[in-house]
């Protein structure tokens, strides 16, 4: 029994001495921590990922200190002039690993030489889907005005394409996000100019006849993962190989004919 105190004893010091030093040494050790500022970058506006952060789109402010991730960017200048892996919105700490110091792929280094990039002109604000396109979606491209008829056209060899990007007469590509609608001609700056698309050298062809014949416009089908994405490409894939073998039928069947 009187073992028993003891170890209750014991115990209970133990916990008051424990709890002393959690008040007199961890408590105020951690509220130090937290009450000491530090400086880091904040982002002032939104920022679609890809874009290029600039100056006005950052700013240094100094918050407490305590449980800030070590890859937080602590000066404007180690943020403006890299590109966002991520969109950020106000307000938003900017850490190392959400930058790049490159431009973000097109996909242009995955070529092979099965497809090709090929850029079109998007002469109204309406043509492109009112700047609403992004990297990655697959669009159907309709032809408005063409020839002398002046025709408009759904050409199935153009029914799913894969947009590689929309690009803006700045040279600025919309890789998806929030854009800032401050201003009354910020439309205006999203507007795309051209459009690049990943198609075949067959598909090539025709795009640069109806770009130059006619009026594109494009027309949302699809956004999202990459894998149904393909879905819609393997389907156009389909119907180029079954027109280029009708095609080549036909020639044949024209000689044999001829014979």
């Not at 892996?85 to 092979?112: E, R, V």
């Not at 032809?143 to 894969?162: C, F, I, S, W």
């Not at 156009?236 to 073998?245: F, I, P």
């Amino acid at each position: 029994m009187k073992k028993l105190f003891r170890n209750r004893t014991f115990l209970a010091a133990a916990a008051i001495v424990l709890a002393l030093l959690i008040c007199f040494v961890a408590a105020p050790s951690m509220n130090a921590a937290a009450g000491k500022k530090v400086t880091i970058v904040r982002v002032t506006k939104d920022i679609p990922k890809g874009t290029q952060l600039t100056k006005d789109m950052v700013q240094e402010v100094q918050v407490g200190g305590y449980n800030l991730p070590d890859s937080v960017i602590k000066t404007d200048s180690g943020a403006v002039g890299k590109y966002a892996d991520a969109a950020f919105q106000p307000g938003d700490y900017i850490l190392s690993t959400k930058l790049s110091d490159k431009a973000p792929d097109t996909g242009l280094s995955s070529l092979d030489g099965s497809r090709q990039a090929v850029s079109v002109t998007i002469k109204d604000f309406a043509d492109g889907l009112s700047g609403k396109l992004e990297t990655g979606d697959i669009i159907s491209l309709y032809v408005a005005g063409y020839g002398d008829m002046k025709t408009t056209l759904n050409p199935p060899e153009l029914q799913y394409v894969k947009l590689l990007a929309a690009t803006t007469d700045k040279g600025v590509d919309n890789t998806g996000g929030k854009k800032d609608k401050k201003s009354d001609d910020s439309s205006d700056d999203d507007m795309p100019a051209a459009l690049t698309v990943l198609v075949s050298p067959a598909q090539a062809v025709k795009l640069v006849d109806y770009e130059h014949n006619g009026t594109l416009h494009a027309a949302l089908v699809y956004r999202g993962p990459e894998k149904n994405a393909e879905k819609f490409l393997k389907l156009e894939d389909q119907y180029l190989a079954q027109a280029q073998a009708a095609e080549a039928g036909g020639a044949s069947g024209g000689t044999g004919n001829g014979k």
